[in-house]
Nanobody
Framework: QVQLQESAGGSVQAGGSLKISCIAS????????MAWFRQPPGQEREGVAS????????AYADSVKGRFTISKDNAKNTVYLQMTSLKPEDTALYYC???????????????????WGQGTQVTVSA
């Protein structure tokens, strides 16, 4: 069973940048894909960005394209989310997730992911 541990989030002003990370452990077979999701207060969880483990194929939500970058370091079993030009609407609890088995057809669909981190808070003030 994959275990995921996110780094601490943080509070930044609008326009600022923040980088969060997620360490994956406990798996016998590397996940097919890793992703970041977020859940703003009172809203449903939504996909932010995903990356396939083998080919580094990425996918982004339209709301973050050009501002967020997902990457990974295989040697460290770590996935990163670099967030720039942050907006107040980016405020949310951010979750790291792993998809075991096959690469997901819909990489930003939460229901397809089999392991989740505890979440880390990102707050962007105006």
């Amino acid at each position: 069973q994959v275990q995921l541990q996110e780094s601490a989030g943080g509070s930044v002003q609008a326009g600022g940048s923040l980088k969060i990370s997620c360490i994956a452990s406990g798996y016998e077979t590397t996940p097919a894909a890793m992703a970041w999701f977020r859940q703003p207060p009172g809203q449903e969880r939504e996909g932010v960005a995903s990356i396939t483990w083998r080919y580094n194929t990425t996918a982004y939500a339209d709301s973050v394209k050009g501002r967020f970058t997902i990457s990974k370091d295989n040697a460290k079993n770590t996935v990163y989310l670099q967030m720039t030009s942050l907006k107040p609407e980016d405020t949310a609890l951010y979750y790291c997730a792993a998809k075991e088995g096959r690469v997901p057809t819909y990489p930003l669909r939460p229901s397809l992911y089999t392991a989740w981190g505890q979440g880390t808070q990102v707050t962007v003030s105006a």
